[in-house]
C-alpha cells in the first residue's frame, strides 16, 4: 500500500471543498471503506467495504493502462465550497498531543496489563479469538490546545516546589473530552469533580519542569447494581473516574514545550453492548467497573496526519464547545 | 500502631497508588500503541485530501488508494 499508491484518508462527514466532494460523488466513493482511483479521475476496480481486499485487482487494472491515462490528472475547480465541510486544520502555534487509550486488567502483582477488547458474541479469550474480532488494541486521539492555552500552563515566575491550577479552560476539556472511556465516543461528559494542579519540579536558564497530578470524576457516579427500572445500558449510565499524574518540559531556547506526557489511570463504566469496543463490561451482563488508562504525549511532527483535528473539535461532535468547554460548564 | 499493622497499612497504601511517581514511565508505555500495533498509522504516508492526492498520483504514476469512514476520520477517533 504504501508503495504501490498514493494513499489517502477522508472524514465521511469532511470530505472538502465543494469542488473535491462533487469529484469524489462523481467517481461514486465507497462511503465506509475502500475505493481506488487514477489521478485522471477513473475508478479502477477493487473497491471494497471496510477491509482493503481489493487492492490487487485495482492494481492490475491500473497495469493495463496506458502512460498517459496512468498519469492524466483531472483538474478540479478553484472551489472553496462550504467552510463546513473542510476538516479543521490545527490553529497557528498549536501543542499537538496524541492521546491513546486501552482498557487495561490487574497483573497480579500490583500493577497493570493490557486487556483485550471483547467484542460480544464472540467467544475465546485471547487477542484474536472470535474470528479475530477479540484484540488487544489501542484507541487514538488529539489534544489541542491554542498558544496562548500552552502558554499559560508556565508560571510567570517558576520557583521549584510552587503549585497552581491547571487553567479553567484546559481543566474543562481534559476533564469533558478525555477523562473518559473514549472508546465509547463519549461527547463531553459531565464533570463531576475535577482538579488539576501542576507543581514546578525545576526551573532553570534552560527550562522548566512541571509535573502535572490531580483527578477527575466525570459522566454518572457508579451504582451497582443500577437503580430501578434502569438496565446495565441505559445511556446516560456511563462515567469514569480516573487520576492523573504527568511531566511536561518548557525549553526555553525553542521557548516550546518539548514534554508533554501525562498519564490518567483509572476506571470507568456504562456503554452499549452493540459497541464492540465497550463490550467488555457486559461480559455476563453485569455492570461493572472496568481498569482503563489515557496517555498523553507529545506531536512534534506535522504530517498531514498529525493534523487530524480531536474527534470533539469537529464540527459534526461537539464543535466550539471543545474550545468554550470552561464557559459552557458554567 | 504495632509494626505489623503499619506494615500493613504501608502495603495497603502502595496497593491503592497504582498512579506513584516510580510507576509513571511503565504505565505510559503500557498505554501506548505495542508493538507494530500501529504500523498501519505510523508507516504509510497517508495524505488527507483528494486534491493532494490527485496532485501526487499524476507526478508518481501511480494510483490512489481512498480509505473513508462513513463515521468520522478513519484515522482518528471516531
Known amino acids: 500500500m504504501r508503495d504501490r499508491f498514493v494513499p489517502v484518508i477522508l472524514d465521511g462527514y469532511l470530505k472538502g471543498t465543494g469542488a473535491e466532494r462533487e469529484f469524489l460523488k462523481r467517481v461514486d466513493l465507497v462511503g465506509n471503506g475502500f475505493t481506488y482511483l487514477t489521478a485522471g479521475g477513473r475508478k479502477l476496480g477493487g473497491d471494497s467495504y471496510l477491509g482493503a481486499t481489493g487492492m490487487a485487482k485495482a492494481l492490475e487494472e491500473f497495469s493495463r493502462l496506458s502512460e498517459a491515462e496512468r498519469k492524466a490528472r483531472i483538474a478540479l475547480p478553484a472551489d472553496p465550497g462550504k467552510p463546513a465541510a473542510i476538516p479543521l486544520a490545527p490553529p497557528p502555534g498549536c501543542l499537538i498531543a496524541n492521546v491513546y487509550f486501552t482498557y487495561l486488567e490487574a497483573d497480579g502483582k500490583g500493577g497493570f496489563r493490557r486487556a483485550l477488547w471483547h467484542v460480544e458474541g464472540q467467544p475465546g479469550t485471547e487477542p484474536g479469538s472470535g474470528h479475530g474480532r477479540n484484540q488487544v488494541l489501542t484507541h487514538i486521539d488529539k489534544l489541542w490546545l491554542t498558544e496562548a492555552e500552552w502558554r499559560s500552563l508556565i508560571p510567570p515566575d517558576p520557583k521549584p516546589g510552587r503549585v497552581h491550577p491547571v487553567p479553567p479552560a484546559i481543566l474543562e476539556r481534559l476533564a469533558r473530552f478525555y477523562a473518559t472511556d473514549m472508546a465509547h465516543r463519549s461527547t463531553g461528559d459531565r464533570v463531576r469533580a475535577a482538579e488539576l494542579e501542576l507543581r514546578v519540579e525545576s526551573a532553570s536558564e534552560t527550562g522548566v519542569t512541571l509535573r502535572l497530578e490531580g483527578r477527575t470524576r466525570t459522566g454518572r457516579a457508579f451504582e451497582a447494581p443500577p437503580p430501578d427500572a434502569e438496565s446495565s445500558e441505559t445511556p446516560g449510565l456511563c462515567g469514569a473516574e480516573l487520576d492523573f499524574l504527568g511531566y511536561l518540559h518548557y525549553d526555553r531556547k525553542k521557548d516550546a514545550f518539548d514534554r508533554f506526557d501525562i498519564v490518567a489511570l483509572g476506571e470507568g463504566w456504562g456503554g452499549n453492548r452493540h459497541q464492540a469496543a465497550t463490550t467488555n463490561y457486559y461480559r455476563g451482563g453485569e455492570h461493572r467497573r472496568w481498569p482503563m488508562g489515557i496517555a498523553f504525549q507529545l506531536l512534534t511532527t506535522r504530517r498531514p496526519i498529525d493534523r487530524i483535528p480531536p474527534q470533539n473539535a469537529n464540527p459534526y461532535r461537539c464543535g466550539e464547545a471543545y474550545w468554550k468547554a470552561a464557559k459552557q460548564a458554567d | ?78
Open chain 2, 1 to 78: 500502631m504495632t509494626t505489623l499493622g503499619a506494615l500493613t497499612f504501608l502495603w495497603t497504601q502502595l496497593q491503592i497508588q497504582p498512579l506513584a511517581p516510580e510507576r509513571f514511565e511503565g504505565l505510559h508505555a503500557l498505554i501506548l500503541p505495542q508493538g507494530r500495533e500501529f504500523a498501519w498509522y505510523e508507516e504509510i504516508p497517508w495524505l488527507t485530501s483528494i486534491e493532494e492526492a490527485l496532485e501526487k498520483a499524476a507526478a508518481e504514476g501511480k494510483p490512489i488508494l481512498v480509505w473513508t469512514s462513513a463515521d468520522g476520520q478513519p484515522c482518528g477517533a471516531t
